[in-house]
């Protein structure tokens, strides 16, 4: 059982380039998310999505689009990259809470550097 | 709206002594979760515990406790005899409402306290 698995795990990329980040999950989890990481902020929503083919702005969504085409998959792409976007993503997935189980599976992250 | 506020940015402490992570957490919402988080220097996030909003006992887990007062809103994080691998990150976080209709089950991160234990 591998739980979250995000691809790819490191990336540089130059400015405008663009590139799709990918979050698998294999418990069937409804609800999945993709935040982001940087010094001294904690994790940031980007995006989220509850269910397969709903998506959802979060708290820092500009520059970042996402597609949720199957349930396990919830992709995460940058149009044109932006120094500003040298982070750390995490994505996440959950039950809703009204099937009673109120845990959260994290994926390792990947930290993408935009030069 | 919710927030999580984490004061303390830094922590330092020597091997051995306790010591007490700070959380604050705002809500509107009657039914919550609360979480802490240890993020160790290989990056990834482990879960250490959950708390329900309707739950305000204490824990105790080996070295670590936890201290919910929904009267102040404060869910701290206690080491007790701290250890060097205890050095990381460490996040609270609170879950808004969540579950069937439209409901999002959104977790919400303070910024994190990094914990340094010197041997």
């Known amino acids: 059982n591998a739980g979250v698995t995000q691809t790819p795990k490191f990336r540089v990329l130059k400015t405008g380039q663009s590139m799709t980040l990918l979050c698998a999950q294999d418990?069937?989890?409804?609800?999945m998310y993709w935040y982001r990481q940087d010094p001294g902020m904690g994790l940031r929503l980007i995006h989220y999505?509850?269910?397969?083919?709903?998506?959802a702005k979060g708290e820092v969504p500009d520059g970042y689009n996402v597609s949720r085409l199957k349930k396990q998959n919830f992709l995460l792409g940058l149009e044109s990259a932006a120094p500003s976007q040298t982070s750390v993503y995490f994505c996440?997935?959950?039950?809703?809470?009204?099937?009673?189980?109120?845990?959260?599976?994290f994926g390792s992250g990947t930290r993408l550097t935009v030069v | 709206a919710q927030k999580v506020t984490q004061a303390q940015t830094e922590i330092s402490v020597v091997e051995k002594e306790d010591v007490t992570l700070d959380c604050v957490y705002e809500?509107?919402?009657?039914?919550?979760?609360l979480f802490w988080y240890k993020q160790p220097p290989s990056g990834e996030l482990v879960f250490l515990i959950r708390?329900?909003?309707?739950?305000?006992q204490n824990e105790i887990s080996g070295r670590y406790s936890w201290n919910f007062q929904k009267s102040t809103s404060s869910f701290n994080f206690t080491i007790t005899a701290s250890q060097v691998v205890d050095s990381a990150v460490y996040f609270c976080?609170?879950?808004?409402?969540?579950?069937?209709?439209?409901?999002?089950?959104?977790?919400?991160f303070g910024t994190g306290t990094l914990l340094a234990v010197q041997p």
């Open positions: 996440a997935s959950s039950y809703p809470r009204a099937t009673g189980y109120y845990g959260y599976t």
């Open positions: 809500t509107r919402d009657t039914t919550y979760y």
């Open positions: 418990m069937n989890h409804e609800y």
């Open positions: 708390r329900n909003s309707f739950d305000e």
């Open positions: 999505s509850v269910g397969e083919g709903t998506t």
């Open positions: 976080a609170l879950s808004e409402a969540g579950g069937y209709g439209g409901a999002t089950n959104k977790l919400i």
